[in-house]
């Protein structure tokens, strides 16, 4: 047996409990780690409260967490790591626990932490593949609406690196810490369009939006054209004729290996705002609907 966080209905953080569980078994192609860090995701609070039960109704008891990194105690058959990796990746059993199953763990290097390992999973497998569908060569200029978001930062970083000019819409507060990374930061609000007109006076060929802030139809506009505009965020996609981009559509965690390299040599970051004990999960649930965080939050078995 093993303790995790799972909740057997929906609702408000408070629904999320540690509970013994039984230790979960690797099947083919899977690995179990001891987890050391696992990542907290807007999706997670998403799943608990409900909000995704039309979609994917849940199975309970159910334990959250999409993302975990960790040390292979298990493997299954045909998998490609061996036990004692440090290994990161998505997992099939849940996040939050002790232990969890990992598919296609990728390795971690020595260089890079076990709370940056476990949070750059999903959001950066979600950048890399939204820059993808764009299909934005160097040269040309993005448009990233919630740039200072986990996302976001990482499209911003991906983008610079590949020689794309940056403009991204965030905050006052992160204004300055989206220009370090690479972007032209203008501050989102009233008058918004005009000032991304000022920073890109050549105009704007694609638009990210991770923020779902009701940005589209301007988006659409700045480009000329709405399949040069791809959502994560926003659900009224399909009445502007936007894409909606799913993590449905990513291809086997392909972008992990790349992402893990930048990251270990220091070429992509990713603000961890706070690391919090397993038990806390509904404080750190609670911390995210309120909008308290700036950067990602994590949790330490």
Excluded: C
């Excluded at 979960?24 to 987890?35: F, S």
């Excluded at 608990?48 to 334990?63: E, Q, W």
């Excluded at 990482?154 to 991204?168: D, K, M, N, P, S």
């Excluded at 032209?184 to 005009?194: F, M, S």
């Amino acid at each position: 047996m093993s303790t995790a966080i799972t909740f057997s209905e929906y609702g408000a953080p408070e629904v999320l409990r540690p509970t013994e569980v039984a230790l979960p078994e690797p099947g083919p192609g899977q690995v179990r780690i001891k987890v050391k860090a696992a990542s907290v995701n807007p999706l997670d609070l998403k799943i608990r409260s409900g909000l995704m039960a039309k979609v994917a109704p849940a199975r309970f008891p159910v334990i959250p967490g999409l993302d975990a990194a960790g040390v292979v105690d298990a493997v299954g058959e045909g998998a490609d790591a061996a036990v004692g990796d440090e290994v990161l990746g998505a997992t099939v059993s849940g996040a939050y626990g002790e232990y969890a199953l990992l598919e296609r763990p990728v390795a971690k290097p020595a260089a890079l932490s076990w709370e940056l390992a476990a949070s750059l999973v999903t959001v950066g497998q979600t950048a890399h593949r939204v820059l993808g569908q764009l299909g934005v060569q160097a040269g040309r200029t993005l448009l990233v609406h919630g740039a200072a978001g986990s996302v976001g930062v990482v499209a911003v970083q991906l983008a610079a690196i590949r020689g794309i000019t940056v403009i991204g819409t965030v905050g006052e507060k992160d204004l300055e810490r989206v220009t370090a990374l690479g972007a032209t930061a203008v501050r989102y609000g009233d008058g918004w369009v005009e000032r991304v007109k000022a920073a890109a006076p050549s105009g704007v060929d694609f638009v990210f939006d991770a923020s779902g802030a009701g940005l589209l139809a301007d988006s659409v506009a700045l480009t000329g054209d709405a399949a040069k505009v791809i959502t994560i965020a926003d659900m009224a996609a399909q009445q502007h004729g936007v894409r909606f981009s799913t993590g449905a559509e990513d291809q086997g965690g392909q972008a992990l290996p790349e992402l893990v390299e930048l990251a270990a040599t220091g070429k992509l970051s990713l603000p961890i705002w706070r690391t919090y004990p397993l038990a806390e999960a509904a404080q750190a649930h609670a911390d995210l609907e309120a909008h308290r965080n700036h950067g990602k939050a994590v949790l330490l078995p």
